[in-house]
Every structure is written in C-alpha cells, then in structure tokens.
C-alpha cells in the first residue's frame, strides 16, 4: 500500500483524501447529480465504489431499506471475485473472516443398500488451480459492508441515502441531465414525501422485480423450471462426516447441495423439494422450513440433522432470464442514459454461486466507463459497450446454471455415471471462478490478436492473470497484478526486451516516445493540470534480475513525480528474474516474448491490447478511439 504521497499520514491509510463531491458532501439528496444509483446490492455497492474515485463525478445511490443488510442471501464467492476485491483494498480482510472452498464431496446410494448414502468421490476445488485467490462462502452482507466502506473512504465519500424507494423516471431528450427521477420516502418523518431528482444517468441496481427495468420498458426473456429447492442456512447437531466440507448429495429421496459457511457453525443447505405441478400457482413457496428439514433428514439418511438455530430460509422455482436489453437505448438510435445490472438484467438459481459474483462484474464494467466519460476522458459511445460486453456473460451463465441445475436434480435411475457431477464440476471450473470472460473485438473495449503471440497468457478480453514479479526498489516479491487498484486508471506494462536497460534499447524508445511525443496517449489524453499518472499508470517489467537494475536510470516515465509534493514513485520498476524468494520468471509463466511487448490492461482488469514495443501507432489508435483529447 502506498501513502504518504500527500503528506504525512497517521491515520487508516485506506482512508483517502476527501475531493471534488466528497468535500462538505450534503446529508439530502440533492436535486440534480450525474449518476443516480437505485439499490444498493452487489452491483450497486461495487459502482458507488469505483465511482467515488472520480471526485468530480456526482454520485448518489438510493436504497429502500433503512440501513445496512443484515442477512443476505448469496455468499459464494468466486476468485474472480476475490481478485477484484483485492483492486479495492480489502480482499484479505473478507479471506479472514471467510469459508474457504478447499474440496467437494459426492454421495449417492450406497450400491449395497440404495436407501442409504456413501461417499462416492472427493475432489480438490479448482481455486487454487488456476488462480492465486481462493474460492469463499461469506455473507453478501459483509460484503456489501466492505464495499461501503471503499465507497465512504473514496474522494467523492459515496454512501448510500437509505429509506427511499424508486417510483419511476422519464428521459427528456436533448438535456444535460434528461433523466428524470421520481423517489418516495418510505419511513420516519418524511414517509409518503414524492420528489423528482434530475440526473445525467441512471443505473438500476434494484433486483430481479426492479421498477428500473419496468420503467424503460425492458422485459426479462427466459422461464422457470418446473422444480423447486428449498434453501436455509442452519445451525445444528449431525453425525453427517462432512458437514465442514462442500457437498452435492443424490439420494433415491432427493438431492442436496450443501455448503458450509462462515465462523465455523453455520451451513447452507439446498434441498430438493422435487417437480412442481404445472397448476402449482407458487404454492410450493409457502413450503414450511420444518417440511425443509424433514426433507433434509430423509436424503441424509441414515444420517440425522438436529436443527438447532434457522437464521434464514426461503424457497424458489428455478428460473433462467435474460433481459432483452441491459439499457434504455431500445433502437440504438441514441447513447444509452439508463442502464441495469445484477438480478435487474439477468436471474438464475443460486446453486452455481454465480449471483453476486455476476453482478459485481457488472458493476465494475460500467463504473469505470460512467466515470471516464462523465470526467471527460471518453466519448459518451464509451457506454454503449456495456450491454454488448455484458449481455453475452449473462447468457453464457444462464446456459452453465441450466446445465448445473438439470445435473443436481436428477433421480439416482436417471445417472448413469456415478462420476459425472464430479467431472463436469471440475471440467468446468474455469467458468464458474469468473474467468471465463472474454469481450471481443467489435464489440467491446479491446484491440484485435494479431500480436497475441508475444503474450499467450495473456489472452486479449480476458482478465490479466497476475504472477509474482519482484519490485526493483527493494527486492521484495509482488504480485504484479495487485499493484493494480480500482482508480479508474489504464495499466500500461512494458516488459522489456533483452537489452532493455541500455540507453537505445526498444524499450527505452517505447518509454520516450510515451512521455515525451505529443500523438502518444499519456501525453494526448492526460489533462495538462494533473499528474502525468493520472490516466495511465505505466510500468516497466524488466527480464534481469531486481540485483541488476537502478531505479534512478529506469526511464521517466517509469518514475512519475506526482501528488502536491512531487515525489517520485518508487515501486513501477521490476525485475522478472528468479530471486532467493520468487522461482516464478513472468517472462516464462506468461509466455511473454523476449523481445519486449506492450500488454494494455483496462481499469477493471481486463486486458485491451497486447502490441510490440515498436507499435506506437497502433498504441495511439487504440485510444483515440475509446478516448478524447485532454483539455
């Protein structure tokens, strides 16, 4: 972590500087912003986050509840998820308190006696396997709370405006902030009050019965499975051996999927309510928790559950849907002005965990783009990307979670392979981590793959895969990618070719035609009164060892002088080379060519260009497409 760069600091150094907004931030709702947020859930947490680190960009969220969540329904947490709480600043507080996801279990029938059930297989999960982060269960209300906190602690101070619901909005063409918001108050003094605030755009955060999607007249796609589960997370005395271990559980009287959670006691429990009929009306949701219980104790036989303690329960018809549209730009004849995310654009069941962690992605995805474009940085067409990029993840979750749920319904007749839910668990790990995304050419925020082969690890439109590199300052080892925070900023890495610490290397011509030529994007898109970092945050990764390099020689724009003292940044110089506490090469892990290559890395970590170092023009291209010139 780095602070002191503005003065002395003897505080929470997470606790940033109030600026812009976040300065004698009004305790009302004022009448006019630029972003309204409505609801306060995982998206819309993460985007009050990442959005009050634009100090310039007015932002309020609007939440129905009274206060805080105190018990959500999600907790699974992909590594996806992890690493992008990493970018905001609290990923090994929530590890701490967390259930870790170190292996899963199958039972079915015992072969000798089908009325019982056995351990049929164990299997290590896939966190660990292809990410540094590993796979949680933790309340989705402490992770709002975290979420809170980096909102509260940014610039702008961001924090929600609790006790007001959405009403409903209209669009005014042709105005600086066209959006108009009707809200209600909903309890103390104020209960009943209507008022209109006006707003430049507006996200609906606001769940899968969002009055947002309504309002710009978007409808969900898709249908609900004729089979229900009922789902508690339970505190109880078992003789069930793998009550602290992930469970699936097919049994000839149902299935259960079974999921520990944190602080050492509790579990969660989906448990197989069976077929639903086609006259049911949603009356299988008014299935009492004792039913649930019985039902459980039945498919866990001969092993018994004593419940002691229900903190929640609930029942639900499994559905698969996608929104038609994830913003109000039905014709696409105008930029978008009202945008949708999480449950509001897509729903699902929660047994593949993908919920919360879907929707964070959401958030962070428009975040960055609602502040680039609102600071001046980007054009408005910056936003239309937003359902382009995002609409096809949903649909690709909906197909995993109809694959998934068909898999854990099925009677023990219908199986044929004892071993296939294991297989296909793991076989398929790579999606639900959250790592299977990848935006497209044409489509979304990236450059084409012509020059993939000079970094094959770092695939275009996927997320940057971080390694262990070793920081040149003092030696010690660093993940590279979590020296990447959630700032809005472009990352810019330069791993340098072989000679790339000579004076006439190609990396140091890369590095002086970054800072120094007029047509490069530091200096065409930077704004001439703020720091030379503070658009693009450009590294230097070279191959030799951290023992080799001085700092003081690297190139300038490597040692940005920045903040009101000027002080120059120490810690974006690297070295790739083994040392006595990294056996991990980059160069190597990442298949990344000898020669020096460029790897463009956007805000939400996601990689936009892999280009040789000699590729300036290409470099230029690429942002002056998704960027405006600097004022």
């Keep these: 972590m780095q602070f002191h760069h503005h003065g002395y600091v003897s505080a929470d150094p997470r606790v940033q500087p109030a600026a812009g907004t976040g300065i004698d931030r009004p305790a009302e709702l004022p009448d006019e912003v630029d972003v309204l947020i409505v609801g306060s859930g995982p998206a819309g947490m993460l985007l009050a986050a990442q959005l009050s680190q ?37 990923a090994e507080r929530i590890i701490a308190e967390a259930y870790n996801i170190g292996w899963m279990n199958f039972w079915g029938p015992d ?63 042709g105005e600086d902030r066209p959006v108009e918001v009707r809200v209600r108050h909903v309890g103390g003094e104020r209960a009943g009050e209507e008022r209109a605030v006006r707003a430049a755009y507006v996200v609906g955060c606001d769940g899968a019965r969002s009055g947002v999607r309504a309002a710009i007249g978007r409808v969900h796609v898709g249908d609900i499975s004729q089979h229900a589960w009922g789902v508690m997370d339970v505190l109880v005395e078992t003789d069930f051996p793998d009550w602290r271990i992930k469970c699936a559980i097919n049994a000839e009287a149902g299935n259960i999927l079974h999921i520990p959670r944190e602080g050492g006691y509790l579990s969660r429990i989906y448990v197989d309510l069976g077929a639903v009929a086609d006259d049911d009306d949603h009356r299988v949701r008014q299935t009492p928790v004792e039913e649930i219980i019985r039902r459980a104790n039945e498919i866990l036989h001969p092993y018994t559950l004593e419940v002691k303690s229900v903190a929640w329960h609930s029942v639900y018809e499994v559905g698969h849907r996608v929104t038609d549209g994830f913003d109000d730009a039905l014709d696409g004849g105008r930029e978008p002005r009202v945008f949708l995310t999480g449950d509001a654009c897509h729903t699902h069941s929660a047994k593949a965990g993908q919920g919360m962690n879907v929707s964070m992605q959401d958030g962070f995805n428009l975040g960055w783009k609602l502040g680039s474009v609102l600071s001046g940085l980007s054009p408005a067409s910056l936003l239309s990307t937003y359902t382009a990029e995002r609409r096809p993840v949903a649909q690709q979750l909906i197909e995993f979670d109809k694959e998934w749920s068909t898999l854990m319904a099925r009677k023990p007749e219908e199986i044929s392979d004892p071993a296939d839910l294991a297989t296909y668990y793991l076989a398929t790990a790579e999606f639900p981590s959250g790592f299977m995304t990848t935006y497209a050419e044409g489509t979304g925020v990236v450059a084409g793959t012509a020059h993939q082969h000079l970094a094959t690890g770092f695939p275009v439109g996927k997320r940057f895969k971080s390694a262990p590199v070793t920081l040149a300052a003092d030696g010690n080892v660093v993940h590279l990618g979590h020296h990447a925070k959630a700032d ?13 610490l000579a004076d006439d290397s ?18 065409r898109h930077t704004p001439t009164d703020a720091d030379i970092d503070a658009v693009f945050d450009a590294k230097v990764i070279y191959q030799q060892g951290f023992d080799a390099i001085d700092v003081t ?34 160069f190597d892990a990442r298949g990344l060519s000898r020669d020096g290559v460029v790897v463009v890395v956007r805000p939400d970590q996601y990689v936009a260009a892999v280009l040789p170092l000699e590729a300036t023009d290409e470099l230029a291209d690429f942002f002056a497409r998704w960027m405006l010139p600097a004022a």
């Design 54 to 90: 634009y100090p310039g960009v007015l932002t309020r969220i609007v939440e129905r509840r009274e206060g805080r969540l105190a018990l959500g329904q999600a907790d699974g947490i992909q590594p996806r998820s992890v690493e992008t709480f990493q970018a905001f600043g609290f």
């Design 111 to 173: 072969p000798e006696n089908p009325a019982r059930i056995v351990r049929r297989s164990r299997t290590a999960d896939y966190a660990y396997d292809i990410s540094e982060f590993p796979h949680l269960i933790v309340n989705q209300a402490r992770v709002l709370d975290y979420f809170a906190e980096a909102a509260a602690h940014g610039p702008a101070r961001i924090a929600p405006d609790y006790g007001i619901e959405f009403v409903g909005l209209t669009v005014h063409e």
């Design 488 to 500: 809005g900023r472009w990352r810019l890495y330069a791993f340098a070719d072989r000679d790339g």
């Design 506 to 523: 190609p990396l140091a011509r890369f590095a002086a035609w970054l800072l120094q030529d007029p047509g490069s994007p530091v200096r």
């Design 553 to 586: 020689r690297a190139p300038a724009i490597f040692r940005p002088r920045s903040g009101a003292l000027a002080l120059t940044d120490w810690e974006k110089v690297f070295a790739a080379a083994p040392s006595r506490w990294n056996a991990v090469d980059i």
